[in-house]
């Protein structure tokens, strides 16, 4: 939700800056822009990408040594050139980007129109700055002062970083509910929403904490003190990630990669958690608070999107195997609609970014009320991780295209060690069990890698259904939760009506949609109820459905009714999510390449969602 940049030392301020808005435009792109100080402060800015700001930069304007760059996700006022990033204060002197919501802007503006300042946006942001200026002129104060005090006036979540002309040796950030990095250089400093304009100049970066806010010098100082005015300091941490990691790698885009990467992703959050054949199961966070988990009265999975899908696969496996009831809560739910919690509950948060802000609220309501929190999150550091009592990472790597798709088959792969190392401690699986589905887990990334080979058979089959103006998928078991997640994936990336549904409750009511022009995508691997399912299959078939079923090279009578088969590996039932998505995964992305649209950054979503 919004990609902020900020730099200053002894480079050229604008590649960096740039380059950097490219990395994170998976946070918004409807519009960008940048302010330089070189004397004078140099704004550009325009609506659309960043490419499309570079294409109105005056080359030779852009000589600085510190500047600010923003790409943004509009929440107040539609995404124009007069609403784009950075904004200036009334004198001029101030120019600052936001990641974030000022809730009570409105008031605040009225104020400071009663005194005479003029505002040229529609934006929260516009007003924020114009506090700012305001503080600084009536207390005749520094500008980090007055940023911390316009800061104890403002209800809202943010991250932002301020520019002063007449100070052109610093820059003053802060952050409450967004994401901030600062890197460490040599003799320079960056800022970022997350590490990856970072990580090519230096791998040493603190990490901002909430209600805090940061003065960087060019001198080579920073300080950094909490909007209470308490100064603290941070140990510095070393970013794990390369920069190979957020490159294409020869990928037409990164969800095609992020695809491709599920198999080495998973081994990757397994390693050294799990052993088949010595039958141990080791999650650090899960073993330092055992015995509150084992006592746990119920847990409560809470998320978004497809981390909530994947909540609901965890709900399937930890009821499954552990024999503990699970909720599975969507997060914007949970935390306003009074659920009953209390201090026997272990709530699991699931989140790839670790910053949703619907997710982190949830998570403090179920503090509130004593539960206990495991976060599972991709990004390390992260808000959430870091809220969380205990937790896990996934260890995906960074994901870069907006559908998520390697987060959610590292989620479930942490969600089945989850539920079988508590299965193990409650005594509710066999031990030969238990072999038996680790072994078939430490052979999941083969088999997705042998499912990848099928791309080519399932890009013949999108352009037949390219056109498609809905799409319905079935699923029973946990194929529901993946019925979900491809019916998610179709609509993000394609724009393509698409509804995930359990096979059996087609009958009430998606049936009366289904003629010859729909596509219907079968989830048909299970074992059990597979009886029901070729049944459910006869219905579509019967109103002339097209089905695309995704079989076991086994499967003797849906193969029959098919218009078009998916062979998948077999593997136990409770991880054929691993493996059914994957080909849903390809479906959505080849369709969407057809039909032209972009899909790593679809048209109104963001990968990280830190407004509420
Ligand atoms: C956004 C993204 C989704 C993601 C959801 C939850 O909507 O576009 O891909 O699943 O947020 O994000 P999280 O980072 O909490 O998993």
Known sequence: MC???GYIGTRDAFPIIIKGLKRLEYRGYDSAGIALLNGDMTVFKKAGKVSELEKIVIPGETIANIGIGHTRWATHGEPNDRNAHPHLSQSGNLAIIHNGIIENYSSIKEELSKRGYVFHSDT????LVNLI???QKTEKTTLDNAVRIALNEVVGAYAIVVLNKNNPDQLVAARKGSPMVIGIGEDDFFIASDASPIIEYTKNVVYLDDQEYAVINRNGTYSIRTLGNVEKSHAIQK???????????GFEHFML???YEQPKAIEDALRGRMNA???WIKLGGLNEFINRIDNAGRFIVTACGTSWHSGLIGEYLIEDLARVPVEVEYASEFRYRNPIINEKDVVIAISQSGETADTLAAIELAKERQALVYGICNVIGSSIARTSHAGSYTHAGPEIGVASTKAFSTQISLLTLIALQLAQVKGTIATSKLREILYELENIPRKIEETLLLDAQIKEIAAIYKDATNFLYLGRGYNFPVALEGALKLKEISYIHAEGYPAAE???????LIDENMPVVFLATNQSAYEKIV???????????KIIAVIHKSDTQIRELADHIIEVPETEEILSPLITIVPLQLLAYHIAILRGCNVDQPRNLAKSVTVE
Do not use: W, Y
């Open 257 to 259: 990669k992020e695809i």
């Open 3 to 5: 990609g902020i940049v």
């Open 133 to 135: 200026e305001e503080v």
């Open 124 to 127: 929260d942001t516009e007003v």
């Open 535 to 545: 049944s459910n299959v006869q219905e579509v078939k019967a109103r002339k459905g």
């Open 506 to 512: 087609m009958k009430h009511g998606p049936i009366a």
């Open 277 to 279: 054949s010595q039958g």
């Open 239 to 249: 970013l794990e990630f390369s920069l190979e990691a957020i490159e294409k790698g």
